[in-house]
């Protein structure tokens, strides 16, 4: 019988999967044996919202190769689209209406990937970047400056204040520069691991396409993939709508997972400290990316005790994280793992 032979970046993946699916089990076992501090559990959620993020930023940045600098934008989309699906929905079960919010911050934001991509794929490097940075300037201007409201008629919007008129009842859910106030926690640990390995799976799955490879094509030569028939602006823009709706999908995570959320909270230097998760990870690392996006979200909290090393201690782990992850020693460690013996048993022998 023959065995089953995986090649390095199928090894890779099952280790990646591996990873995310032993820190969860870890971490639910320290949960429920109270060894994990309350500060530690109201973290779990937003590590699991930022590793989602940098995921999908990496898809843009690694696999797609253009850099990003308003991926907080798609991820500010969702969230507030996803806030106000889960008020306005009348879904009584919690992970049942968490699971719609998601869906509908998801879809927003890839629409908003669709508006966005179409004019912006057109340029490439520098400009890129710098118009994908006013998008978020965009989204975060237009958020601040939007009312949304609730009663017996149904949602009601506007750019005005006092255009937005509710009847006796009626809830205003968004209110402008103040966000939105008083949401009902329905994030999850759980609900937050789901959304990892989702997006672990469909990044996987797309990489080892023939979409996903003329994605890299382009990356990797945009005028040889062009003269063999490769089409530009269709492959950008799919790889660039999906890692809008991870954002989305993240956002909405994220959002669900606080008692209040401003358009302030996903700003450029949001978008920047995404864009340094997936750095230190390495462009095009999926498990690099959740290590920095985990370490770095729960730095900050860790070293409160140091508050006058803090910012010394913070640069020395980022260069460390940054070491450990680009370290072909760790690299070869990682592909090792699920590696079976090369050698093929012949018939009959």
């Known amino acids: 019988m023959k065995k089953l032979h995986l090649n390095k970046a199928s090894r890779v993946n099952f280790a990646t999967y591996a990873m995310v699916i032993t820190a969860y089990a870890v971490l639910q076992l320290m949960g429920g044996t109270g060894i994990l501090s309350a500060t530690m559990r109201g973290q779990l959620v937003p590590i699991c919202a930022y590793v989602a993020m940098a995921l999908s930023l990496n898809l843009t940045v690694g696999v797609l190769g253009e850099l990003s600098l308003g991926h907080a934008g798609f991820m500010s989309v969702g969230a507030f689209a996803g806030a106000v699906a889960a008020a306005a929905l009348p879904i009584p079960y919690p992970p049942l209406r968490l699971a719609a919010a998601m869906a509908a911050g998801a879809l927003f934001a890839a629409l908003a990937g669709v508006l966005v991509g179409i004019p912006v794929l057109r340029l490439n490097g520098d400009y890129l970047a710098i118009v994908t940075l006013a998008f978020g300037q965009i989204i975060k201007s237009i958020v601040e400056n939007l009312y949304i409201g609730m009663d017996s ?188 013996n090369k050698k093929k048993e012949a018939a009959g022998k």
């Open 153 to 340: 008629r149904g949602l009601h919007t506007s750019f005005l204040e006092n255009r937005l008129t509710l009847r006796e009842g009626g809830l205003m859910i968004l209110n402008g520069p103040m966000g939105i106030n008083g949401i009902t926690k329905i994030s999850s640990f759980t609900a937050g691991f789901l959304l990892v390995m989702l997006i672990l799976v469909v990044i996987f799955h797309l990489v080892d396409s023939r979409t996903g490879r003329a994605i890299m094509a382009l990356r990797d030569n945009r005028i040889a993939a062009e003269s063999v028939g490769i089409p530009v602006t269709k492959y950008k823009l799919m790889a660039f709508v999906i890692a809008a709706a991870m954002a989305g999908a993240a956002g909405t995570l994220f959002a669900l997972g606080q008692n209040t959320i401003t358009a302030s909270k996903f700003d450029f230097n949001t978008s920047i400290l995404i864009l340094v998760f997936v750095v230190l990870g390495g462009q095009g690392r999926m498990w690099g990316s959740i290590i920095a996006a985990a370490l770095l979200t729960i730095l900050p909290e860790a070293l409160r005790e140091f508050a006058d090393y803090r910012m010394l201690v913070y640069a020395i782990v980022l260069i460390l994280v940054m070491l450990a992850t680009n370290n072909p020693t760790l690299q070869s460690f990682f592909t090792s793992l699920f590696r079976k």
